[in-house]
């Protein structure tokens, strides 16, 4: 059972550009989650979705930034117009219903704008 | 709201010395509990988690951690590291009907020979 797929491992945009990072939940996680983490810095949560549903984006800045979960396919985090600020490692977590597994994150893609 | 508080942003031990890593939390509903331990240049693996039960979980690489619902602590222990426990760790809380996970700011390990 594959754990959580995220590519790519290493994305570098210049300013201006879209970025689009993708995050593929464990076989039966049904939540997903976005975070990003900046140098010396905790997670901090962006989004959660389940399928074609978000729940909670309280952490999404308010532009530049969508996320969504679609019927098939993987999870996308969009970032439009990247700026310098926007260079961290983004985390992709997913769940069951229960936690059974409690949450099993992906191993990140991390953004460089230059 | 939930938030988490990791008393200590860095932890430097001796090999072979037994660790505590302090993590406080609140929230207004009942509380599932994580730590989970991050390496340079990688995602976080699951040490250990709360759901509910037993207040004394055990967790891999001989990690525990025991949940106080009245100190609303979950220390993370270790009674005897290796350098390869050298790393960031972090405790995170969800509950209620939230499955947001909230972390803390982490507390970096360093395990010296």
């Known amino acids: 059972n594959a754990g959580v797929m995220q590519n790519p491992r290493h994305l570098v945009r210049r300013r201006g550009q879209e970025a689009r990072l993708r995050c593929s939940p464990m076989k039966g996680h049904s939540h997903v989650y976005w975070y990003r983490q900046l140098p010396e810095e905790g997670l901090k949560f962006m989004v959660y979705l389940q399928k074609e549903n978000i729940i909670d984006e309280s952490g999404m800045p308010k532009e530049r930034f969508s996320a969504e979960f679609p019927k098939e396919g993987p999870s996308i985090l969009r970032i439009q117009q990247v700026v310098r600020g926007d260079s961290a490692a983004y985390f992709c977590a997913s769940s069951d219903r229960d936690l059974l597994y409690g949450y099993t994150f992906g191993s990140g893609t991390r953004l460089t704008v230059v | 709201a939930q938030s988490v508080t990791q008393l200590d942003s860095q932890v430097p031990v001796f090999e072979e010395a037994p660790v505590e890593l302090r993590c406080n939390y609140s929230?207004?509903?009942?509380?599932?509990l994580f730590w989970y331990v991050q390496y340079p240049n990688q995602g976080l693996q699951l040490l250990l988690k709360?759901?509910?039960?037993?207040?004394l979980v055990k967790g891999i690489n001989g990690f525990e951690a025991e949940f106080n619902k009245s100190q609303t602590s979950f220390h993370l222990r270790k009674p005897s590291v290796h350098i390869s426990d050298t790393a960031e760790y972090f405790c995170?809380?969800?509950?209620?009907?939230?499955?947001?996970?909230?972390f803390g700011k982490g507390t970096l390990l360093t395990v010296n020979p």
């Open positions: 995170a809380v969800s509950g209620g009907s939230n499955y947001k996970l909230t």
């Open positions: 709360y759901l509910s039960g037993s207040t």
């Open positions: 929230s207004s509903v009942s509380v599932y």
